[in-house]
């Protein structure tokens, strides 16, 4: 009797895990996507039968992970989760540290700035401050790119341990415009000449258009531990004024160094 509530039990937890799993990936598919998905679009997304996707949206609903988008039978993420994100404590110092500084270098540029960190191969964006212009900037923050297309990822990238570029240079490199860098070789030199200038920059690497510049944030050892960059449209920011940018960026990023204890 014993063996068979035991192989009952684990048959129950395995359901269970594979339930989380489920779940996390219907809430995987906001990361980087539409705000607002409907119960066909996000089973599709998650590779779910729609009975078990809305079972599990029901379910998180109620938990207020999620929560129905009024007038409409689309979801959208709930309070709970904006209360939980309000937990995470890793990047609480440098955020704090960087957001005077960032409000700062935003009113001195006019463009948008954007704290980010590394998350394993990928950039994160923790923080963001807005350019003071009449046209919203697009929510940045908790999007998720790859080191080798953005300003603020070959920031992280070119001052990472010489194993880890390698690493990542030996891997096919994704495209996103007709700009990104795909051969190893010139991602490789625009690394050195990022570590060189002391600033990255991505010229429509990402989006047509959106031109970008970024300098390392250290910590009091002197690690990078994240990318302050600036970035706006290509008719403001031109390809002849990314040297402006970064001179403000590198400015910026040094002040937030130092109060994260770096005099380097």
Not at 71 to 89: D, H, P, S
Request: net charge positive; glycine share 8%; proline share 5%.
């Amino acid at each position: 009797m014993f063996h068979i509530m035991q192989h009952l039990d684990e048959q129950e937890a395995g359901t269970l895990i594979q339930s989380v799993r489920r779940a996390a990936a219907l809430l995987k598919v906001f990361d980087n996507g539409p705000t607002e998905l409907g119960v066909s679009e996000l089973s599709r997304k998650a590779r779910l039968h729609k009975s078990t996707a809305s079972r599990l949206l029901a379910t998180m609903e109620r938990e207020g992970l999620l929560e129905r988008v009024p007038g409409t039978e689309k979801y959208r993420l709930g309070f709970m989760l904006v209360r939980l994100a309000g937990q995470v404590t890793h990047f609480g110092d440098v955020r704090a540290a960087a957001r005077p500084v960032m409000i700062e270098l935003a009113e001195a540029s006019r463009e948008t700035v954007i704290l980010a960190v590394r998350d394993g191969d990928e950039v994160i964006n923790v923080e963001q401050i807005n350019a003071p212009h009449l046209v919203r900037d697009a929510n940045w923050v908790g999007r998720r790119t790859p080191l080798s297309c953005v300003a603020n990822g070959k920031a992280l990238l070119a001052f990472a341990p010489a194993a880890d570029i390698d690493r990542i240079l030996a891997r096919p490199l994704p495209r996103f415009t007709e700009r990104t860098l795909v051969s190893p070789a010139t991602l490789r030199a625009d690394l050195a000449a990022t570590r060189e200038r002391g600033y990255a920059q991505a010229i429509g690497e990402i989006e047509e258009g959106l031109h970008g510049v970024a300098a390392p944030v250290r910590g009091a050892d002197g690690t990078v531990v994240a990318a302050l960059s600036v970035s706006g449209p290509s008719y403001r920011i031109a390809p002849d004024r990314l040297r402006e940018f970064g001179a403000l960026a590198i400015a910026a990023a040094a002040r937030i160094s130092n109060r994260l204890g770096y005099y380097g």
